[in-house]
């Protein structure tokens, strides 16, 4: 297990609270620095004991670390990710967590400040909740890290970040950060979609009778606006065509119970049944 | 707390067994005879102290009671009504636990044999799970039970009924046949279909990637596919009508995105976090 002195977290929310969690319960950094906007959320990473210094310059808090993961909303991590890279040397790796990756990796591939490199990496570990206060040192225990080089990223900036991701409980996969965005727009994006879609269509005046389908069904849609906004504007083809491939099952399923097609809908449930029990719980 | 001699449970799966585990432990009921199909699931009812007598011939386990209440599949639940009424009195009130109620209780409303009493429930209960071995004492704790009267329902089988499911831990809420099955529509069969829509669309190839947002949202898809076939269909100009309203949510989803209408696509994704976090956990 590779042990870290000093580990950047810029945006200590869900998942970079997470990440220093992590880091602190399991002893692999000896500085967790978390890089903030306002005092405030800084003190409550501080509290749950997600990092060891705190700090709302950048310049400050990335200048000795060896690791820094911007974990803003995906919409910003360039922009930071390239003013950390102003602040650093040979020996730093740059990361991020964002749910989209391929505009995110194009701009940061290659060309940033003193010699810094960026990885990208996508750990499949959000949820509905947002902040620290949500954040937890299990969160990436036994899911599944995204990590997505190119061809400019060298074998020990891949190699390092592999065995973070694994130190903290991660399976790490490796994808092309076309490869990611396709798969996420079917597996997170899509899933959004549908529930907030299904969330907006029920009328107020049923809210009191819903049972556990809908609850389930909708939970996602409980997740920030601004957020998701972000992340299907980034990956914006990619989501329209799952959208598309998803309102052509909905559109098989509408003519099978116009037509009174009983066994093509009986196959199409029996295929979701089986799809749904091959996800696991 | 009204407490009955003896309930007859034709069906003893997940619903008619958790009906007959919540009179078993709150003592509201001294027979509880269980009428199944096979000796197999009538000694799996008898394991879980679902029910105090069990017998595989209707005519039999429903002389005695004054409550029968059928838990069949929603497609037989007319025809073992009508049968179980042969065997009743005046004495005798008939109910059902159906996810549709329009045509069960069209077909039922008058008529029955020998001066027995069909009226219509419908506990807000159910889930993926199926059979007597996911049954539950509490399931219906704090859920909603919707009862179906008509003109002809009498009021004190109206009361009867209402005090049963109460005792049971529901809140009774009373809708006409029409009402329940126009809300049913959009807050159960809509999610079950957005569902199973959602798990036939993703391909297996990204089965492993898959994280909470995707397992929450198709979860419903685990159900029988024969139980859904059965209900959508049995409710099927509703359903159908809720799918186009679904189907309109997701095209305004798909112009906002297509169009770059950052300000539309936010408005949705708010209003869909605000219905959300109405529904409750």
Same mark, same amino acid.
């Given at each position: 297990?590779?042990?870290?002195?000093?580990?950047? +977290?810029?945006? !200590?929310?869900? +998942? =970079?609270?997470? +990440?220093?969690?992590?880091?602190?319960?399991?002893?692999?950094?000896?500085?967790? $620095?978390?890089?903030?906007?306002?005092?405030?959320?800084?003190?409550?990473?501080?509290?749950?004991?997600? !990092?060891? @210094?705190?700090?709302?310059?950048?310049?400050?808090?990335?200048?000795?670390? %060896?690791? /820094?993961?911007?974990?803003?909303?995906?919409?910003? +991590?360039?922009?930071?990710?390239?003013?950390?890279?102003?602040?650093?040397? %040979?020996?730093?790796?740059?990361?991020?967590?964002?749910?989209?990756?391929?505009? $995110? /990796?194009?701009?940061?591939?290659?060309?940033?400040?003193? =010699?810094?490199?960026?990885? =990208?990496?996508?750990?499949?570990?959000?949820? %509905?909740?947002?902040?620290?206060?949500?954040?937890?040192?299990?969160?990436?225990?036994?899911?599944?890290?995204?990590?997505?080089?190119?061809?400019?990223?060298?074998?020990?900036?891949?190699?390092?970040?592999?065995?973070?991701?694994?130190?903290?409980?991660? /399976?790490?996969?490796?994808?092309?950060?076309?490869?990611?965005?396709?798969?996420?727009?079917?597996?997170?994006?899509?899933? @959004?979609?549908?529930?907030?879609?299904?969330?907006?269509?029920?009328?107020?005046?049923?809210?009191?009778?819903?049972?556990?389908?809908?609850?389930?069904?909708?939970? /996602?849609?409980?997740?920030?606006?601004?957020?998701?906004?972000? $992340?299907?504007?980034?990956?914006?083809?990619?989501?329209?065509?799952?959208?598309?491939?998803? =309102?052509?099952?909905?559109?098989?399923?509408?003519?099978?119970?116009?037509?009174?097609?009983?066994?093509?809908?009986?196959?199409?449930?029996?295929?979701?049944?089986?799809?749904?029990?091959?996800?696991?719980?």
């Amino acid at each position: 297990m590779k042990n870290w002195d000093t580990v950047a +977290i810029v945006g !200590v929310g869900l +998942i =970079g609270g997470s +990440i220093g969690m992590a880091l602190r319960q399991k002893n692999l950094a000896k500085n967790v $620095i978390g890089v903030g906007r306002s005092q405030t959320g800084l003190r409550a990473a501080r509290r749950a004991d997600a !990092v060891t @210094h705190t700090t709302v310059d950048l310049a400050k808090g990335v200048a000795a670390a %060896e690791l /820094v993961i911007v974990c803003t909303p995906v919409e910003r +991590i360039v922009e930071f990710v390239r003013q950390a890279a102003q602040h650093g040397s %040979e020996r730093t790796l740059l990361t991020d967590v964002g749910s989209a990756k391929q505009p $995110i /990796v194009a701009a940061l591939d290659s060309g940033l400040a003193h =010699g810094t490199r960026f990885l =990208g990496s996508h750990p499949l570990a959000g949820s %509905e909740k947002t902040g620290v206060q949500n954040a937890s040192p299990d969160l990436f225990d036994g899911r599944v890290a995204i990590l997505t080089p190119t061809k400019n990223t060298r074998a020990e900036d891949f190699d390092a970040l592999e065995a973070f991701w694994q130190s903290l409980g991660s /399976v790490v996969a490796q994808m092309t950060p076309e490869q990611h965005d396709q798969a996420m727009a079917m597996t997170s994006h899509l899933p @959004h979609m549908a529930a907030a879609a299904l969330a907006a269509t029920v009328p107020e005046r049923y809210f009191r009778l819903v049972g556990g389908g809908l609850l389930d069904t909708t939970r /996602v849609a409980a997740g920030d606006p601004e957020l998701w906004r972000q $992340i299907l504007m980034m990956n914006r083809q990619n989501a329209l065509q799952a959208l598309e491939q998803y =309102g052509a099952q909905l559109a098989a399923l509408h003519a099978a119970l116009r037509d009174d097609d009983q066994a093509g809908l009986t196959r199409l449930l029996t295929q979701a049944q089986k799809n749904r029990d091959a996800l696991g719980r």
